[in-house]
Nanobody, 113 residues
Framework: QVQLVESGGGLVHAGGSLTLSCAAS????????LGWYRQTPGKQRELIAT???????YYVASVKGRFAISTDRAKNTVYLQMDSLKPEDTAVYYC???????WGQGTQVTVSS
């Protein structure tokens, strides 16, 4: 099982953009589906975007049209481009192999109003 390490979080003003990266310790070429989750204090971790090896993607309604997941399997890295950020996007973001991959340490995204 590959280990995934998230990076790229930070503080950004509302309306701004961030790109998160998720680097794998090994090849992700055989992984069917990779996803990004986020979690805010007191709430369950929420699946917000997935990318499959077939090329299909999924987005939860709250980020659709603003976030874009992409996978560079040659670099064993998954990205999450986040545009038009809102204060409610503030959370710790995680990437994970679906359905039962290990969790990384996450990366904090804070959007100020």
């Amino acid at each position: 099982q590959v280990q995934l390490v998230e990076s790229g979080g930070g503080l950004v003003h509302a309306g701004g953009s961030l790109t998160l990266s998720c680097a794998a310790s090994g090849s992700i070429g055989t992984i069917a589906t990779l996803g990004w989750y986020r979690q805010t204090p007191g709430k369950q971790r929420e699946l917000i975007a997935t990318s499959s090896s077939s090329g299909s993607t999924y987005y939860v309604a709250s980020v659709k049209g603003r976030f874009a997941i992409s996978t560079d399997r040659a670099k064993n890295t998954v990205y999450l481009q986040m545009d038009s950020l809102k204060p409610e996007d503030t959370a710790v973001y995680y990437c994970r192999q679906l359905p039962f991959g290990a969790w990384g340490q996450g990366t904090q995204v804070t959007v100020s109003s």
